[in-house]
Every structure is written in C-alpha cells, then in structure tokens.
C-alpha cells in the first residue's frame, strides 16, 4: 500500500508543475495534521523548548499552530524529492540552491584525512547531497533501509540518480571508513540516533538522545567535522549552508566535547529553522526515543 503511494507519487511529480505537487503535498499534509492530533502535540512541545531556549516562549495554542508548518514543510520536501530525482532535472535545482560558505568543505578536503558531514532532519537533506555533488563532490550518505524492499529500491534510486553514493546502516562502520581513508565525504544525521547507545547530551537546555557516532568516526580517524543544511526559503527556492570546519584533535578533544560542539552547531541552525524540522517525535524522552529508534532500526526488508 505504502509502496504504491509513493510510486504514484514519484509518477505524479514527474508529470505536473512543481506549483501543483505543493498544492496537493499542502492538503495533504493539513489532514494528517489534523489526524494526527497527539503526534501533533508533540511536535508542538518541541517547538516550545526550543522558543524558550531561545528566549522566546511560545504558548501552547501557538506553539500547535507553527506545528502545522512542519508537516507542511515535510510535505512539500517529500515533493520536491521526487520532482527532482532525477539527473535531467539537476539544472533546475541548481537555479533554486543559494548555496552559503561551501568553502568549508574545501578546506576540510585540504586536510587530507577524510570529512564528516553532519547534518539533521531539517529542510531538505537530499537537495543538500544533491548540491554537494553538483560542486564536484563525492558525497556518500548513511541510510536506513527500509522494511519494504521495493520502497527501499525507489528511494535509494532518487539518490543514486543524483549521484550519491549510499552506504546501508548494516554495513556503516567499515564503508564509513573506507570513504575516510579515500578522503572523501560521509554525510551522517546528528538528530537521531538509531544504535542502542542511551547517553543523553545537552540539547536546548536538556538532555537529549544524540549520536555519538560521528563524533567517534572523526576523532578516531582524524576526519575533519563540518556541518551543512539545506533550508527552504519563503518563495519556495533553497539556501544550503555550512558552518566552518571543526578539526578533530586527539590531544585535546573526547567524544563528549565533540558532541557538545556539534550538538551547538545543531542548536543554532534547528533553533533559526524550527518550522522545518521534521523530527515528529521528542528526542528528549530518552526512553521513549530509543524504544522508537530499536523498533525502526530492527525492521528487517
């Protein structure tokens, strides 16, 4: 069923203009919003931490109304995946990217030992990866599969068509390294954590469930950190953007101070982009968040 949807979805996006993909990405979203009341609330009180980390508390009435913009955001990004899946439409996002500071990749290659590129469940990922490799990158990106193998094919198809290259989850560790060693780039979430580890790291004020992996990939092997975001824009065009490197020091840094400073990098970039940050539940319930993460992670295709 799901399979299905989405396949008529990449078909449907293929064959209208991107303004009629986002009307009905739109509606569609609305209702589900609107269905989805207690996942709703959540999200909402994700976004009231971050107000009041920010120093600008939210209500809860609109706190549920800027809700809505998230699944919108979503909706409009699942779009956009599929309108521009394809290499023959590459020029037409390149003219829709404002890309910001991609220097930083260049002086994290200079380095010669390898890039860690973080990035979160904010605005659109595959547009990012997308641009990265317009630049003359080779951008590999860890990815979970999924259950259904035939989703799992459609989706890692959408990437492989704009030349990224995917690592699976299952065999992570050893490509991760690999990529390293050729000095590449390997592209990792740092919102989400899908291991069993349960350490919380400071986050907007409060403990939350981060990885530690990318932290551990870099100062293991000496990789370089950067992390990059790909935004929307009010009129619907994209801003890509990336902080400066942070040069990993065994001398000097853990895992733990590590983590703090990217868990910086992702405060600054989420909190000036709250509305597009498409995590739907709270990672600060660190029970509940890696019951969910096993679950999702222990789905087998």
Known sequence: MKYGLFRAAAAATRMVPRSVAFAVATGLARAYFALKRREAVEVAGNLRRIAAFRG??????????????????????????????????????????EVENIESLARARAAGKGTVVITAHLGS??????????????????ALQMSDPRLDELFQAQR???????VEVGRATREC????????IIALLGDRDFTRNRDATLFFGAPARLPTGPARLALGTGATIVLGFCVRLPDDRYKLFFYDPIFTDKAKDTVE???????????????????????????????????????YAARKP
């Open 125 to 142: 990922v595959e547009n990012g990866g997308a641009t990265i490799v317009r630049h003359g990158y080779k951008f590999n990106v860890v």
């Open 257 to 295: 101070t590590l983590n703090r400073r990217i868990a910086e990098h992702l405060e600054r970039a989420i909190g000036e982009h709250a509305e597009q940050w498409h995590l739907f539940h709270s990672p600060w319930d660190i029970e509940r968040d890696w019951t969910l993460a096993q679950a």
């Open 177 to 184: 390294l690999r990529v390293i060693q050729r000095n590449e």
């Open 56 to 97: 600008q508390p939210l209500d809860a009435a609109e706190a549920l109304r800027r809700a809505r913009s998230i699944y919108i955001s979503f909706a409009k990004t699942v779009a956009d995946y599929f309108y521009f899946g394809s290499a023959d439409r590459g020029d037409a996002l390149a003219a829709l990217v």
């Open 160 to 166: 492989t068509g704009r030349g990224m290259q995917v």
